[in-house]
Nanobody
Framework: QVQLVESGGGLVQPGGSLRLSCAAS????????MGWYRQAPGKEREWLAS???????NYASSVTGRFTISRDNAKNTLYLQMNSLKPEDTAVYYC????????????WGQGTQVTVSS
């Protein structure tokens, strides 16, 4: 059984920073691409950033220059450093990972709330 557990969300003022973490656990053979998504109330889930096992990254234009994705392969942990936060960044943030156990499939975390407000 594989689990992804996010942490680090909370309330922050506009212009502030937060660092999200996503820890994968279970009978993991390998982890390929990992990514961050978010979903605001009344909106569809939005892809934010991805990172492959070699550290190659891609970002959505809405977060380029403000958010940084990284991973610690030894700890099976994904991170999202979020700077210069705006009220429109308010959403539930989810991590996603393509994980091989006996088979390869995608997994989602349970989400962590980020609220940007003064």
């Amino acid at each position: 059984q594989v689990q992804l557990v996010e942490s680090g969300g909370g309330l922050v003022q506009p212009g502030g920073s937060l660092r999200l973490s996503c820890a994968a656990s279970g009978s993991i053979s390998s982890i390929n691409v990992m990514g961050w998504y978010r979903q605001a109330p009344g909106k569809e889930r939005e892809w934010l950033a991805s990172i492959d096992s070699g550290g190659g990254t891609n970002y959505a234009s809405s977060v380029t220059g403000r958010f940084t994705i990284s991973r610690d392969n030894a700890k099976n942990t994904l991170y999202l450093q979020m700077n210069s936060l705006k009220p429109e960044d308010t959403a539930v943030y989810y991590c996603n990972a393509w994980i091989t156990t006996t088979t390869r499939r995608g997994y989602w975390g349970q989400g962590t709330q980020v609220t940007v407000s003064s």
